[in-house]
């Protein structure tokens, strides 16, 4: 079955620095997609990438998606407070036919003042 | 405004007394899925829908029960709570997939809802 690893598991950053979140794939990729979620609360989808060499950008959120390497990044400008949370790096999987959402272990971001 | 419906969104009961939680989309999305979350494990699939009438096991669809009469809902029914069973949980829903028409739609997941089993 499919798996995704996501990098690093937790983050601490200051505020205005940049930031990126990797998501790996033990299977071929043909859709990921980011959310983010606040602690306990639930998930807000933030983009879905479908091709490889796919990126899309939301205000200070750029996610990109590298098909060969099975790999998806998430990259964020300028970090704010607003951007604390937990983020969730989710694939498509197939296997045997049935439809089915995957997801990693997230990734814990703090931003400090 | 779309969206799926979870209820309760909190809720704490006791070992073995039988509870449903509910899940309504108003989307008319064909495929409904339940997850659980916990610390260390991450989001984990119970079991899914495809459509009315179809529902399959996910990964971990010991000690609850689904059904799906109406395209609308997707219940979560866990008739012997435990302790095992406190967790987040969520409910989403998808327009089905199929291989001919691509992968295109997202899922919308409801607001959880945080179980306590004593």
């Known amino acids: 079955s499919q798996e995704l690893e996501q990098s690093p598991q937790s983050l601490i950053v200051q505020e205005g620095k940049n930031l990126t979140i990797n998501c790996t794939s033990s299977?071929?990729?043909?859709?990921l997609y980011w959310y983010k979620q606040k602690y306990g609360e639930g998930l807000i989808f933030l983009m879905m990438l479908q091709k490889g060499g796919e990126e899309k950008s939301h205000e200070k959120i750029t996610a990109k998606l590298d098909e060969k390497k099975q790999q998806s990044s998430l990259h964020i400008t300028a970090s704010q407070p607003s951007h604390a949370g937990i983020y969730l790096c989710?694939?498509?999987?197939?296997?045997?036919?049935?439809?089915?959402?995957?997801f990693g272990q997230g990734t814990r971001l703090t931003i400090n003042p | 405004e779309a969206q799926v419906t979870q209820n309760p969104r909190y809720l704490i009961t006791v070992t073995g007394k039988k509870l449903t939680v509910t899940c309504s989309q108003n989307?008319?999305?064909?495929?409904m899925s339940w997850y659980r979350q916990d610390p260390g494990l991450g989001l984990r699939q119970i079991y899914y829908?495809?459509?009315?009438?179809?529902?399959d096991k996910g990964d971990v669809p010991e000690g609850y029960k689904v059904s799906r009469k109406e395209k609308r809902n997707f219940p979560l029914i866990l008739e012997s709570p435990s302790p095992n069973q406190t967790s987040l949980y969520f409910c989403?829903?998808?327009?089905?997939?199929?291989?001919?028409?691509?992968f295109g739609y997202g899922y919308t997941f409801g607001s959880g809802t945080r179980l306590t089993v004593v």
């Open positions: 989403a829903s998808s327009l089905f997939r199929r291989k001919e028409v691509g």
């Open positions: 989710g694939a498509d999987s197939r296997d045997q036919g049935a439809q089915k959402l995957v």
């Open positions: 829908s495809m459509n009315v009438e179809v529902t």
């Open positions: 989307m008319n999305h064909e495929y």
């Open positions: 299977k071929t990729l043909y859709g």
